[in-house]
């Protein structure tokens, strides 16, 4: 376990690692670069600077000999040691005339000795200075001749500037030197640059690494894509900057470029755009796709403190969660038609209870064949007639709730509902056909008729429900007080109602619904008979 943990702590930190490394290579690499380059350019301007400091002694000295010729020995001698001892970038100055006799040295002790080395020929070659790499007494040097002439422009020797290779090369190691220290310190100093923006970039990124973030973002991409709801971000530019497979099949952003840019552009526009302006989410916006797919759209801010970054849409398929919806519809009935029939069973088996403690056992056996003979019956039209689910559980609820409230729960001869005939929500027809119901409950219990021993009778419920391709007629009849002639008009007003405060929404909204989905509901009432509610949709 442990060695796993190594290896993913490896991995995670790999980018960190090699980014450093790259890093490192480069400044050292470049420095390097830069400082043999800067060392090169130094050491030839170096060279070129001997010569012309050679150069420019020799000329310095051949001046001063026009001014010192006529001097004794000794003062010409000591003249020209003062003079040496002031040039500290030259190491030897040797004075020769046209008989190649030195006539000074800085080494004393050579004055007056012949000159036995390679002398330039002034007279062939035009220039006043000749620098060459020769070897002399004191070892490898670099030395420059100049040629003297006397007042009437005759040759009479030459001066020899000196400079020993063993000088050059300490100004050239100490260059190297210099170079070297100042790359070190160049890379060092790089390192702590580097250090330093390395950790403001990990505070930039909130305390993560680098690879964290690769691997939060691989992580991101495939939960992004694992689910499925569209998702759209985009930023404060109105650029898309994330659209998953999901978002891209249901906006047709698979066809090419300029297709996708038109409708991510449409999309933005008209949603996103608002929320990125208000700061506000908004939540389960209703869409219709080119394709005919129906959606419910959310609409959430980015934001980073008190700004707006961009926003993110969220795309759900409404078929899904009608879906969803209708599986919860079904199984609430379910729920509520097992509870209605608990209820109903215990009441029966009080019957039966009491039956057989009376002795009446032959009634007790056809009450329960009966019994079973009508459950048999109703649950079997039910499923026989009804090919949707929750429309099946919803009646099988409600005929145990009318059951449970003494009423006689009809189904009409011919009851045929078929799904693929018309195409309705399931929870809609859930809800128009369970208020309906409820009414007519409602409207029963209001009046009740009490048999010789204070049982409700006469109470009857007559649902029909029948389709056929485009068409749906369902009717809801009952014998309760009916509906008085001068309140027909307000049945489906908005809280209107004659069963006290806060009712008198289901028939309102049950029209609404109604309406909304195309279809019409219209009734038939008599005070004191009953009432029949008619709904119907026609569908082309």
Not at 48 to 57: F, I, K, R, S
Not at 197 to 212: A, C, M, N, V, W
Request: net charge negative; charged share 20%; proline share 2%.
């Amino acid at each position: 376990m442990n060695a796993i943990k190594d290896v993913k702590k490896g991995s995670l930190n790999t980018i960190r690692k090699e980014i450093q490394r790259t890093h490192l290579l480069l400044i050292v690499v470049i420095t390097i670069l830069l400082s043999v380059g800067g060392a090169y350019i130094n050491i030839n301007a170096n060279a070129v600077a001997v010569d012309q400091n050679l150069h420019n002694t020799a000329d310095l000295i051949s001046r001063l000999y026009c001014f010192t010729k006529n001097l004794s020995d000794d003062d010409f001698r000591a003249y020209f040691n003062s003079v040496c001892s002031e040039l500290p970038n030259v190491d030897v100055i040797s004075i020769v005339d046209s008989e190649n006799v030195r006539l000074y040295h800085t080494n004393n002790s050579l004055i007056g000795t012949k000159f036995d080395g390679t002398v330039p020929d002034f007279l062939a070659n035009e220039k006043k200075f000749h620098a060459v790499d020769e070897n002399g007494p004191s070892g490898p040097q670099r030395r420059t001749y100049a040629a003297l002439y006397d007042e009437k422009g005759a040759y009479c020797g030459f001066i020899m500037t000196i400079i020993l290779k063993t000088s050059i090369r300490t100004v050239t190691e100490r260059t190297i030197l210099l170079f070297i220290a100042v790359t070190i310190a160049a890379i060092l100093i790089e390192i702590v640059i580097s250090g330093t923006f390395s950790r403001r970039i990990k505070q930039k990124l909130l305390g993560y690494e680098p690879d964290t973030f690769s691997s939060m973002f691989t992580i991101r991409d495939n939960i992004l894509e694992s689910i499925h709801d569209g998702i759209i971000a985009v930023d404060n530019e109105k650029n898309v900057q994330f659209m998953n497979a999901v978002a891209k099949q249901i906006l047709n952003c698979e066809e090419n470029d300029k297709i996708n840019e038109i409708n991510e552009k449409v999309f933005v526009e008209k949603f996103l755009c608002s929320t990125m302006k208000t700061g506000q989410s908004t939540f389960g916006i209703q869409e219709k796709t080119n394709g005919g797919t129906e959606l419910l759209i959310d609409c959430i801010p980015v934001m980073k403190e008190a700004d707006i970054n961009g926003a993110v849409a969220i795309l759900h398929d409404r078929t899904e969660y009608t879906k969803l919806m209708e599986d919860l519809s079904g199984t609430k009935y379910l729920v509520d038609s097992m509870r209605a029939n608990n209820h109903d069973f215990t009441n029966k088996l009080h019957v039966i209870l009491g039956l057989i403690q009376i002795g009446e056992y032959d009634k007790a056996v056809s009450y329960i064949e009966n019994i079973s003979i009508i459950q048999r019956e109703t649950l079997s039209k039910v499923m026989h007639s009804v090919d949707n689910p929750s429309f099946a559980a919803l009646l099988i609820g409600k005929i145990a709730r009318a059951s449970e409230c003494n009423v006689k729960f009809i189904l009409k001869d011919g009851l045929h509902f078929k799904d693929s005939d018309i195409q309705l929500p399931s929870e809609a027809l859930v809800t128009i056909v369970g208020n309906l119901i409820d009414n007519a409950l409602d409207s029963m219990n209001m009046n009740i008729s009490l048999d010789s021993v204070g049982k409700a009778t006469g109470r009857e419920l007559v649902f029909g429900a029948f389709t056929k391709p485009g068409k749906l007629f369902i009717t809801v009849t009952d014998n309760g007080c009916g509906i008085p002639d001068d309140i027909k008009d307000r049945v489906f007003e908005n809280g209107f109602s004659t069963k006290g405060t806060g009712r008198g929404v289901g028939l309102y909204h049950t029209k609404q619904l109604i309406e909304s989905l195309g279809g019409s509901i219209s009734f038939e009432s008599q005070t004191g008979i009953g009432t029949c509610f008619i709904v119907s949709f026609k569908q082309q």
